[in-house]
C-alpha cells in the first residue's frame, strides 16, 4: 500500500523481555510492512509498559523499514517527555531531537555499530554493560564476558549477511533489581549459515539449539577471528544465566527459546535476523 498521508500504528498493552513483548514487537513491524513511503505515527497511548532495553529491538526494525520501505516515524513528543522518558533518556529518541539526562543511571544507552566496529563494540560491552555499578563482576568473569560477546558480534559479521547495523541497549531495573541487555542484527538469522554447515539442520529450532552447544561453530577449526576461537560464545552465555539464577533467550526465524525452558522452543512470527535477550539478577 503506498501513502502520502500520515499512518498511525499503535503499540498496546505490556511488552516485556518474554514471549508475548518479543511477538507484540514482531507485529508491529509486519503491520507497517504494508505500508510504503510515508510517514508513521507510533502511537503510544494504549502502551502501558516496554522494557528499555526493548529499544535496541524497537529501533532495528525502524532502521529496516526506513531502508527497505521508506518508511519515516514521528512519536508524539509528550510520551518521550513524560511516561516514556527512558526512551529520551536511552538515547532511543536523539534523531527526533527529543533529549533527556538519565539522571537515575540505570539505562545502558541504545548503540548501533556495523560490522567493522568491534573495537567500538568491545568498549560498549565492557565500559557499559559489564562495568555496571549494579552487576559487580569479578574481573576473570568479566573478561570470560568479553570473550563471549566478541564472539557473538564477530559471528554476526561473518553470517549475517547485511550490511546493516547491529543494535544493542541495556536497563537497570531497581524494582527487580536485574539488568536486561538486548543484541538485534537483521541478518539472515541462525538456519541458514548453520544449514550451509550442517545440512541435518533443517528448522529455526534446532538451529539455536545446535549454535548454543559448546564447540559448536561454523568457521573453520584452525581459524580464529580477530583471535577469537569459535563455538562458545552463546554457551558461556547460557552457563553464567544459569549460575546466576538469570535468563538467556534467542530469538531467529520463527523460534523463541529461553534458558528457562532448554529444551524446547516457542513459535513465534518471524523474524529476519536474531535477538539475543540477557536477563542477570542483581542483588543488593
Not at 502520502?4 to 508491529?28: M, N, P, W, Y
Not at 568491534?118 to 568479553?146: C, T, V, W
Not at 545440512?199 to 539455536?208: D, E, F, N, V, Y
Amino acid at each position: 500500500m503506498q501513502t502520502d498521508q500520515q499512518v498511525r500504528v499503535s503499540l498496546t498493552g505490556d511488552i516485556r523481555t518474554a514471549h508475548q513483548g518479543l511477538t507484540k514487537l514482531v507485529e508491529f513491524e509486519q503491520s507497517c510492512q504494508q505500508y510504503q513511503g510515508c510517514s508513521i505515527a507510533v502511537d503510544l497511548q494504549r502502551l502501558q509498559w516496554l522494557d528499555a532495553n526493548l529499544s535496541a529491538v524497537f529501533g532495528a526494525m525502524m532502521h529496516r523499514l526506513h531502508q527497505t520501505r521508506h518508511l519515516d516515524f514521528t512519536f508524539d513528543s509528550a510520551d518521550l517527555r513524560g511516561r516514556f522518558s527512558i526512551l529520551a533518556r536511552n538515547g532511543f529518541s536523539d534523531n527526533l531531537n527529543v533529549q533527556l539526562t538519565d539522571g537515575y543511571g540505570t539505562a545502558i544507552r541504545l548503540r548501533r555499530f556495523d560490522a567493522e566496529e568491534d573495537e567500538g563494540f568491545n568498549d560498549y560491552i565492557d565500559q557499559q554493560l559489564l562495568a555496571h555499578a549494579k552487576l559487580q563482576l569479578h574481573p576473570n568473569l568479566r573478561s570470560d564476558m568479553m570473550l563471549s560477546f566478541n564472539e557473538v558480534f564477530t559471528n554476526v559479521s561473518l553470517h549475517a549477511n547485511t550490511t546493516n547495523p547491529l543494535f544493542t541497549c541495556g536497563q537497570y531495573y531497581p524494582s527487580k533489581q536485574k539488568l536486561h541487555f538486548s543484541l538485534v542484527d537483521l541478518g539472515v538469522g541462525y538456519l541458514k549459515p548453520i544449514q550451509q554447515h550442517n545440512a541435518a539442520i533443517t528448522s529455526h529450532t534446532a538451529a539455536i539449539q545446535w549454535a548454543l552447544e559448546a564447540g559448536h561453530t561454523t568457521r573453520p577449526k584452525e581459524e580464529g577471528y580477530y583471535g577469537v576461537v569459535g563455538g562458545h560464545g552463546l554457551s558461556k552465555l547460557h552457563q553464567y544465566c544459569c549460575q546466576q539464577r538469570g535468563e538467556l533467550q534467542i530469538i531467529s526465524g520463527n523460534a523463541f527459546w529461553s534458558s528457562l525452558c532448554p529444551d524446547s522452543c516457542q513459535l513465534i512470527e518471524p523474524f529476519q535476523g536474531s535477538i539475543v535477550n540477557i536477563k542477570l539478577p542483581c542483588p543488593k
